[in-house]
Nanobody, 122 residues
Framework: QVHLVESGGGLVQAGGSLTLSCAAS????????VGWFRQSPGKDREFVAG??????NTYYAEPVEGRFTMSRGDATVYLRMNSLRPEDTAEYYC?????????????????WGQGTRVTVSS
């Protein structure tokens, strides 16, 4: 069982930066793939970035490629967001599933956090 808690969201001006954190409880978290998703009002939740378990690869959605960077420590995963745009405004969620593969669909993930809100003003 894995419990995920996101933090680090807030209000930032366009062009600014934020770092989101996803803290995990549970053993052997390094064996889990972790993903970041986001959901804006009226829109579907979408994949943002993901990192595989056990040193797996990192993947980014095209809208954030080159601006967002995902990294992980022992029990925390980070999403560094630079050059933020108003269209990045959303609730951001982290998710986890055991293994090295990174699913890009919602149903591929077993555990979800409660989300942290990011608002980018123009």
């Amino acid at each position: 069982q894995v419990h995920l808690v996101e933090s680090g969201g807030g209000l930032v001006q366009a062009g600014g930066s934020l770092t989101l954190s996803c803290a995990a409880s549970g053993s052997q978290f390094s064996r889990y793939a972790v993903g970041w998703f986001r959901q804006s009002p009226g829109k579907d939740r979408e994949f943002v970035a993901g990192i595989g378990g056990r040193g797996g690869n990192t993947y980014y959605a095209e809208p954030v490629e080159g601006r967002f960077t995902m990294s992980r420590g022992d029990a925390t995963v980070y999403l560094r967001m630079n050059s933020l745009r108003p269209e990045d405004t959303a609730e951001y969620y982290c998710a986890a599933v055991r293994g090295s593969e990174v699913p890009t669909t919602l149903k591929g993930w077993d555990y979800w956090g409660q989300g942290t809100r990011v608002t980018v003003s123009s």
